[in-house]
């Protein structure tokens, strides 16, 4: 045996802001990945381009609450939500889109090639569920999807 540790695989979560749901299910994603002992790390990134997420605050107040209420302690500041951009498509290994009415529209006007090619869920933002009710169903998602990439 040569020692070497198995390569890791990521999974890319997209919303539309990078603000809520996408870095709500990033964080839980590797917290729960980690403790699974699976090798995969989240990444995640907006639909809308660039320059509106520029905007936005770092993180949605109610991801920080949630991820507080879950004793989960983020490593330093949180970063400002990020542009998806091709790269990420090509390095990541699964890629999920958290809610297909809103956001295939936006994967077919700007990466019309990826379209087919990711998985979509359905979980809505607050224009029509408060964070109470969605952040626990969007944990209870990536649950699953640990639960299914550590049974291989």
Known sequence: MSGTAAPVRTILFLCSGNYYRSRFAE?????????????????????????????????SPSVLERVRVLGIALEGRPRSPRAVSRQDFEAAHRIVALKEAEHRPLMRRHFPDWEDRIVYW???????????????????????????????
Request: glycine share 4%.
């Open 27 to 59: 964080i839980v994603f590797n917290i729960r990945a980690r403790a699974a002992g699976i090798d995969w790390v989240a990444s995640s990134a907006g639909l809308l381009p660039a320059d509106l997420l520029a905007e936005l605050d770092p993180i």
């Open 122 to 152: 359905t979980v809505h933002d607050v224009d029509v569920s408060p964070p109470n009710e969605t952040l626990p169903l969007l944990e209870r998602a990536v649950d699953e999807l640990v639960e299914e990439l550590r049974k291989g």
